[in-house]
């Protein structure tokens, strides 16, 4: 009984983790935007529900605020970096995550600092409802991302990332095309969060952790870049690689270093034998 | 009045000035070729008639409507295309798809399948090719694609920039007959050439430009006059 509640917890973190690779996969792999400022969209979807439900709004609205909260997030974000690409776009998008891990730790009247929020109330009663629940909008998430990115906007976004100034003297509003796809994958990074603090309960400035950025870039290069297939296997399986590790035996001090060891070996031979990830359609370039 | 008119026109990119008072003129079926050295402003003329520089003073009509006070898409429903430098394919898109690319503002099915048609009778050696990806095309190839994407949204007016930039010779020949071609069928062309000697030999009318100004202004013959050596070699 035991096992089974243990495979639902992963259950329900590799849907999370499959909503941030497929969101991260739209700005990064389909528009070309080196965006580190997904964990920042995520952190904020998880402290809008977390604030809002503390303060007894229902579940459905603090969900919607979450998913508007990290559009905004997403569309504020696309104006000062409107003129930034590659290197630059992903400094002032790290800039971004700093800024709003440092809100969260100092805002203290709001969000209580390094303290967290603890006793966030539960979505639902029991684990495999939340399971329901979280793999009912991830597959929702995947379909409407396939769909945007099979349609003529995905098109004109891929048509973005290979060359710019190509889709601009075709008449395309550059800039209008990359505010969606941003404010599109942040809406989909603030829902993981609204999950993620329904479900974990407590949620502190760790949210806004560079090593779950890490862990979201890890997916989509594993699983390829503009694939969405890929997000889904990436996900899945950077997620559950190193859960084994539980069961060997080692001490915890040993299994947190061999889990970033079990990490960079990944990626290591990933980009040596197959830089593109496993279905990926452009090179990280 | 001219079909492309530019009148005393200042542009450039934020503080960085680089066209100092350009004029210049492109009438019905015409060819026209700007030459120039490196850093002459060329490309800069033709990115200002289509919205990608600062366009600081001076005056840029197309078919009598003032290019200033409109967006790039509206120039292009104007009929005017450009095919910048460097051919900017998209890669991971078919050939197919970078042709419909060209299309977007076109709702019409129809009428997009039927550019199609025609854009690979102008470039037959992209028909095999339709389901390749553009990345895999070689650089003459790609050259075609960019001008295609472009024929795709049925210009009167197209502007080239180098459009033989690091061609082979003989791709570089068989391009420009091509430009030759579409001129034929109606189009007025505005072209960036590095290669003088090859494109003036197309051009009904050739400027020169010396650091963002209009040196010279003639015919064929303008290879000839003796101001050009002053021009790209320096010493007067």
């Given at each position: 009984?035991?096992?089974?509640?243990?495979?639902?917890?992963?259950?329900?973190?590799?849907?999370?983790?499959?909503?941030?690779?497929?969101?991260?996969?739209?700005?990064?792999?389909?528009?070309?935007?080196?965006?580190?400022?997904?964990?920042?969209?995520?952190?904020?979807?998880?402290?809008?529900?977390?604030?809002?439900?503390?303060?007894?709004?229902?579940?459905?609205?603090?969900?919607?605020?979450?998913?508007?909260?990290?559009?905004?997030?997403?569309?504020?974000?696309?104006?000062?970096?409107?003129?930034?690409?590659?290197?630059?776009?992903?400094?002032?998008?790290?800039?971004?995550?700093?800024?709003?891990?440092?809100?969260?730790?100092?805002?203290?009247?709001?969000?209580?600092?390094?303290?967290?929020?603890?006793?966030?109330?539960?979505?639902?009663?029991?684990?495999?409802?939340?399971?329901?629940?979280?793999?009912?909008?991830?597959?929702?998430?995947?379909?409407?991302?396939?769909?945007?990115?099979?349609?003529?906007?995905?098109?004109?976004?891929?048509?973005?990332?290979?060359?710019?100034?190509?889709?601009?003297?075709?008449?395309?509003?550059?800039?209008?095309?990359?505010?969606?796809?941003?404010?599109?994958?942040?809406?989909?990074?603030?829902?993981?969060?609204?999950?993620?603090?329904?479900?974990?309960?407590?949620?502190?400035?760790?949210?806004?952790?560079?090593?779950?950025?890490?862990?979201?870039?890890?997916?989509?290069?594993?699983?390829?870049?503009?694939?969405?297939?890929?997000?889904?296997?990436?996900?899945?399986?950077?997620?559950?690689?190193?859960?084994?590790?539980r069961f060997i035996g080692f001490s915890s001090s040993i299994v947190g270093p061999a889990r970033a060891i079990l990490f960079a070996l990944i990626l290591i031979g990933m980009l040596v034998y197959r830089p593109r990830g496993i279905f990926g359609?452009?090179?990280?370039? | 009045?001219?079909?492309?008119?530019?009148?005393?026109?200042?542009?450039?990119?934020?503080?960085?000035?680089?066209?100092?008072?350009?004029?210049?003129?492109?009438?019905?079926?015409?060819?026209?070729?700007?030459?120039?050295?490196?850093?002459?402003?060329?490309?800069?003329?033709?990115?200002?008639?289509?919205?990608?520089?600062?366009?600081?003073?001076?005056?840029?009509?197309?078919?009598?409507?003032?290019?200033?006070?409109?967006?790039?898409?509206?120039?292009?429903?104007?009929?005017?295309?450009?095919?910048?430098?460097?051919?900017?394919?998209?890669?991971?898109?078919?050939?197919?798809?970078?042709?419909?690319?060209?299309?977007?503002?076109?709702?019409?099915?129809?009428?997009?399948?039927?550019?199609?048609?025609?854009?690979?009778?102008?470039?037959?050696?992209?028909?095999?090719?339709?389901?390749?990806?553009?990345?895999?095309?070689?650089?003459?190839?790609?050259?075609?694609?960019?001008?295609?994407?472009?024929?795709?949204?049925?210009?009167?007016?197209?502007?080239?920039?180098?459009?033989?930039?690091?061609?082979?010779?003989?791709?570089?020949?068989?391009?420009?007959?091509?430009?030759?071609?579409?001129?034929?069928?109606?189009?007025?062309?505005?072209?960036?050439?590095?290669?003088?000697?090859?494109?003036?030999?197309?051009?009904?009318?050739?400027?020169?430009?010396?650091?963002?100004?209009?040196?010279?202004?003639?015919?064929?013959?303008?290879?000839?006059?003796?101001?050009?050596?002053?021009?790209?070699?320096?010493?007067?």
């Open positions: 009984m035991a096992f089974s509640a243990y495979l639902i917890h992963l259950g329900i973190l590799s849907c999370m983790y499959v909503m941030l690779a497929i969101s991260l996969n739209l700005a990064l792999g389909f528009t070309g935007m080196l965006n580190l400022g997904h964990v920042a969209f995520f952190g904020i979807g998880a402290y809008i529900t977390a604030i809002l439900s503390m303060q007894g709004l229902p579940l459905w609205l603090t969900c919607i605020l979450a998913i508007i909260g990290g559009l905004i997030a997403g569309i504020l974000l696309a104006f000062p970096t409107a003129r930034l690409r590659g290197d630059y776009l992903a400094l002032a998008t790290l800039g971004f995550t700093f800024i709003m891990a440092a809100i969260a730790r100092n805002w203290q009247s709001l969000t209580r600092g390094a303290l967290g929020i603890p006793g966030i109330p539960r979505l639902v009663a029991s684990n495999e409802q939340y399971l329901f629940w979280i793999s009912l909008s991830t597959v929702i998430v995947a379909l409407l991302v396939s769909w945007l990115t099979k349609s003529s906007i995905g098109r004109t976004l891929q048509a973005i990332r290979d060359d710019e100034l190509g889709a601009m003297v075709l008449g395309k509003n550059v800039f209008a095309y990359r505010m969606l796809a941003l404010g599109v994958s942040a809406s989909i990074a603030a829902l993981a969060g609204f999950f993620f603090a329904h479900f974990i309960t407590f949620i502190d400035p760790s949210v806004f952790s560079i090593d779950d950025l890490i862990l979201m870039f890890a997916m989509v290069i594993l699983g390829g870049l503009a694939s969405n297939k890929g997000s889904v296997i990436g996900g899945v399986i950077i997620f559950l690689l190193p859960e084994p590790l359609k452009v090179d990280l370039s | 009045m001219s079909f492309l008119e530019l009148k005393n026109v200042c542009a450039g990119y934020g503080a960085l000035k680089v066209l100092n008072n350009v004029s210049l003129r492109v009438d019905p079926g015409e060819i026209v070729v700007l030459i120039g050295p490196n850093g002459a402003g060329k490309t800069t003329v033709l990115k200002s008639v289509f919205k990608l520089v600062d366009v600081y003073s001076g005056k840029i009509c197309f078919q009598e409507k003032d290019v200033r006070a409109l967006h790039t898409h509206d120039l292009i429903q104007l009929g005017m295309s450009l095919v910048p430098q460097g051919r900017q394919v998209f890669g991971s898109l078919t050939v197919r798809e970078n042709l419909e690319m060209g299309a977007y503002l076109t709702q019409d099915n129809d009428v997009v399948q039927e550019r199609i048609a025609s854009t690979l009778l102008q470039f037959p050696e992209l028909k095999p090719k339709m389901k390749d990806y553009a990345f895999a095309l070689s650089g003459g190839q790609q050259q075609m694609l960019a001008m295609g994407r472009a024929l795709m949204q049925d210009p009167k007016l197209l502007l080239l920039d180098e459009p033989s930039l690091g061609l082979a010779p003989k791709m570089m020949q068989t391009v420009l007959n091509r430009i030759k071609k579409i001129n034929e069928q109606g189009t007025s062309v505005l072209m960036v050439e590095q290669n003088a000697r090859q494109a003036v030999k197309l051009a009904d009318r050739i400027y020169v430009l010396e650091d963002g100004k209009v040196a010279l202004h003639g015919g064929k013959d303008i290879l000839s006059r003796k101001e050009i050596q002053h021009i790209y070699l320096g010493g007067r």
